[in-house]
């Protein structure tokens, strides 16, 4: 019976341990796509402040990235139907972003300059600002879940420590 029970506990803190990591790779992934999307826009940024092309480079990576990291969220996220729902959300904001980091390029290259962006600039402050308030507000919720996680996993290693020492006694 201690066996059965060892062999039980030992299954379920594997369980337990696998959503742990999962948390943990929802979370990365999320962060990642933060970091890309902020990234596009400094880079854009700094292509209106100084006029150099290099600074375009995170934003051009981002147009490229964007679509991997978001069918990766999806991946992850694929049984949890809120997850995906909200990840619709940001995928929308992350959308409407880069398509006002396009206009400004565009407007600046056609010779924008000034006052005559800030129209576009205050959007397109707006899509980053939603765009950050759904990725935070996603990242508390992992925060949340992953400490349940590791409670349960914790919950779960003492468990089977104490049934795997139990049955070492009672079989000595």
Known sequence: MLLAGGVYSLAQLVRANRLVSHTDEVRLAIGNLLTTMVDAETGVRGY???????????????????RGQFAHIRTLTAANA???????????????????????????DAGGRDGALNGTMRAGRVAMD???GLIAQWQQDEVRIDETRRHEL?????????????GAFAFC
């Open 48 to 66: 209106l402040v100084t006029g150099d092309r290099a600074f375009l480079d995170p934003y051009e990576r981002a147009q490229s990235s964007a």
């Open 82 to 108: 809120q997850q995906q729902e909200r990840l619709a959300k940001i995928e929308n904001a992350a959308k409407e972003r880069l398509a006002a980091l396009d206009e400004l390029r565009a407007g600046y």
């Open 154 to 166: 914790a919950r779960r290693w003492r468990w089977t420590l104490s049934l795997f020492i139990l």
């Open 130 to 132: 939603e765009l950050r």
